[in-house]
Nanobody, 119 residues
Framework: QVHLVESGGGLVQPGGSLRLSCVAS????????ANWYRQAPGKQRELVAT???????NYSTSVKGRFTISRDNAKNAVHLQMNSLKPEDTAVYYC?????????????WGQGTQVTVSS
């Protein structure tokens, strides 16, 4: 059974930093791309950052230059370092891992962790 457990969310002032972590179990983590999504109240879920199995990264324009995604395959973990946080970064952040084998997609989600940026 696959589990993704996120941690590191919380309340932070504008301009502050948080580091989210997600630890996976039940999969060969190195075979999966890892992603962070977020969903603010009343808005659609949005892709924030991705990292391939080979550690190629991509970011949404709204977070580029402020957020850094990284992975530690030995620990089955993916992290999201968030700096210079803004109130508009407030959302529930979700960890996702995904892999496609031929035509079959394997797609797993964490439970989400709340990030609130407010003074």
């Amino acid at each position: 059974q696959v589990h993704l457990v996120e941690s590191g969310g919380g309340l932070v002032q504008p301009g502050g930093s948080l580091r989210l972590s997600c630890v996976a179990s039940g999969i060969i983590f190195a075979h999966y791309a890892a992603n962070w999504y977020r969903q603010a109240p009343g808005k659609q879920r949005e892709l924030v950052a991705t990292i391939s199995g080979g550690s190629t990264t991509n970011y949404s324009t709204s977070v580029k230059g402020r957020f850094t995604i990284s992975r530690d395959n030995a620990k089955n973990a993916v992290h999201l370092q968030m700096n210079s946080l803004k109130p508009e970064d407030t959302a529930v952040y979700y960890c996702n891992v995904r892999r496609e084998v031929f035509t079959r997609e394997y797609d797993y989600w964490g439970q989400g962790t709340q990030v609130t940026v407010s003074s």
